[in-house]
DNA sequence: GTTTTCTATAGGATATCCCTATATGTTATA
DNA sequence: TATAACATATAGGGATATCCTATAGAAAAC
């Protein structure tokens, strides 16, 4: 019979036995009565069909087959420990490895609040961040190799819950040389849609933009596209038309504030994005989850309003 | 709780489910049943207090902490092998170790007829060589750190067996000199005792020398001693009297032949020592015992007469 | 809609674990 | 030599673990 049926208190008792000398001060050292360290012994060594002790009337000498796996057992109890290790880490908050995906028109502007704080309050967790877009994140979140995903609601995936983090206000990107850089107020209704710049398809920001002014939801087509927000800014710099920027990219890009204005959308709507934080349902570090949240939104600019509680699905 | 209560089963077990992502397929590969294995999960969790696997309805999905808890089962399972690997070599002959003391006065003359066909034989086997007096070494082998003693019969010690090997007969050895150095022959009983030089108290090999002229026991005061045999040929050699050597120290010495004569004594006796191989009763290696008794009954030379089957005690 | 596939649960037989009490044999001490 | 002190082994019994078959329930495949 093999190895592969003993236990670590096996191996632990056989060390014992070994280190003492003897059953009786074994069994004291492993917390059990002597009869059952006796009775375990000649389970042990009927189960490997070696004698590992010589019993000689009163004392027991390890045979040179116990010394052995009394040595192999030595090792392996230190790897146990690791075991023990990686449990109790687990029961520690946000340590570990923690794999987070954010839409791509976030990331760049959120994690730069974020990432100091989370380094200086909880260093023993190893964060992992991928930006991609939002069908993929959710994908990747749902096939189980991202543990988090922050972007933009509704998401609405069966399986994943969402957890409201805050709601990025959308600023109107303008060249100063535009028509709406004037001092006089712009509203949602009066964007045309012609001169406005998207970024490609795919990401949430188009669609949202969109969303404000839907009567042109379908005349985007031969509108120009853009592959990262930055471009896209670089665009409207350049007199290619203007955008919606989500308020936390807008922050301090002083290097082109000379040639580009951003201006609040005239309406009683706040016009803007929800972010939301999204996990498995089935997620098991729940913990992990609200201390992340609760430290995004403690780190956030006055430039969003965070969202205190509310959790969807 | 800790790791300590698992077993390397549940090991086995948790890293077949994560390298399978099923509880199915893990329960084929481990051969048990499917509910076995899931209670096994489950029992392994609550054990450890921390949630291993995401159960996603139809998908199980590896938790970091699983993860991390499986990379480290696999590292362990490997050193599990190493115990197997010492269990397996135990049950195969004369391998491992084996710690064998011999008497000083036969160590350096048998040993190289049989290191030679034991290195060859069993290259497996580590043998430790130590060389003592008789004494010494009954207390390390019922003392537990010698396995085997090679010595001159009787020991007759409890709790310790004897097993005859060879009988060692004794040569005359006499400087060429001397009056015995003669062609005539010399008998037992002419062997006065004045002339007589031997090893310092403690060697067998002196008591057996002068049990042999037993009337003479009491008169081996202020007799010369000397602390090896080669000190003591060396002294013959110079016409410090005689000595009786074993018969294997007596093999191919051809330096010292031109000073030195060695003669049978005569008498109906056969002159000599009874070699036998002694082990702790309990001593569970017995099959070792036996292919070490016989290898060496193998290797020795014409000059000894080798003993069968006898056994002492 | 039915079948297949996968996990979880229920019930039950057997084995394991660990206890107390006690037998047995050894060593130390009077 | 008797007695006490100590160590291991055995017996008996209760709690628990292990592993099985049968079955439920839910999702996926056809």
Same mark, same amino acid.
């Given at each position: 019979m093999s190895a592969k049926n003993l236990s670590f208190r096996d191996l632990q008792c056989l060390v014992a036995i070994c280190d &003492?000398?003897?059953?009786?001060? @074994? @069994?004291? @050292?492993?917390?059990?009565?002597?009869? &059952? =360290?006796?009775?375990?012994?000649?389970?042990?060594?009927?189960?490997?069909?070696?004698?590992?002790?010589?019993r000689n009337k009163r004392s027991l000498l390890p045979s040179s087959t116990g010394e052995a796996l009394a040595a192999k057992a030595r090792e392996l109890l230190v790897g146990v420990g690791a075991i023990d290790e990686v449990v109790a880490a687990a029961h520690k908050p946000l340590s570990g490895t923690l794999r987070v995906g954010v839409i791509s028109t976030l990331g760049p502007y959120l994690m730069p609040y974020i990432l100091p704080q989370l380094r200086k309050q909880y260093p023993e967790l190893e964060l992992i961040?991928?930006?991609?877009?939002?069908?993929?994140?959710?994908?990747e979140l749902t096939g189980g190799s991202l543990d988090i995903v922050i972007a933009a609601a509704p998401l609405e995936v069966p399986g994943v819950r969402e957890i409201g983090l805050f709601h990025e206000p959308f600023f109107l990107a303008v060249s100063k040389l535009h028509k709406f850089a004037g001092p006089h107020s712009t509203a949602a209704a009066d964007l045309d849609g012609k001169d406005m710049v =998207?970024?490609?398809?795919?990401?949430?920001?188009?669609d949202q933009a969109l969303d404000i002014c839907p009567a042109k939801r379908r005349t985007n087509k031969n509108r120009l596209h853009s592959m990262s927000l930055e471009t896209l800014r670089h665009m409207v710099a350049a007199g290619a038309g203007y955008t919606l920027l989500p308020s936390l990219s807008v922050g301090n890009k002083p290097s082109l504030s000379k040639l580009i204005s951003y201006k609040k959308l005239d309406g009683k709507r706040q016009y803007?994005?929800?972010?939301? =934080?999204?996990?498995? &349902?089935?997620? @098991?570090?729940?913990?992990?989850?609200?201390?992340? &949240?609760? =430290?995004i939104r403690d780190c956030l600019p006055d430039s969003v309003e965070t969202i205190l509680t509310s959790t969807r699905h």
């Open positions: &003492s000398g003897s059953i009786s001060k @074994a @069994a004291d @050292a492993c917390a059990i009565s002597q009869p &059952s =360290l006796s009775e375990r012994l000649k389970r042990i060594e009927s189960q490997l069909g070696v004698e590992l002790f010589e961040i991928h930006e991609d877009l939002t069908d993929a994140l959710i994908t =998207l970024l490609e398809d795919g990401h949430c920001l188009s803007g994005r929800q972010i939301v =934080l999204a996990h498995r &349902s089935s997620f @098991a570090r729940k913990t992990d989850v609200h201390l992340f &949240s609760q =430290l």
